[in-house]
């Protein structure tokens, strides 16, 4: 059974890891804003990222928001995922299911 610091400091792993991944994903957001006012993409592109980006934000919120031992689990997995290299892609995983599957085509 964990300590009472060994739970906090999971859930401040989890809360760091959290709000990293939050800031990569509004910078897609920014980045689309910014095209479209550069007169790069039209609004309904925008709208397509953002929808992606509540997709994603939402995948990551179920990632993160555990509770008790769920927390401590979690904390590892970001831990080996660190130690290993290995990344989730927050914002591919946001992709409609159609951009997914046409993307899996174009392999």
Known sequence: MATKAER???RDLVAAYHEAQLGVLIEQ???AVDR???GE???FEVD???HQFHRATRQLWSFCVQSGRQVES???LIERMADDGDVIDWWQRGASAKARGAEDRDV
Do not use: K, Y
């Open 8 to 10: 906090r400091a999971a």
């Open 29 to 31: 957001v920014g980045r």
């Open 36 to 38: 479209f006012r550069g």
């Open 41 to 43: 993409q039209d609004a």
């Open 48 to 50: 397509a990222v953002i």
């Open 74 to 76: 979690t904390a590892h």
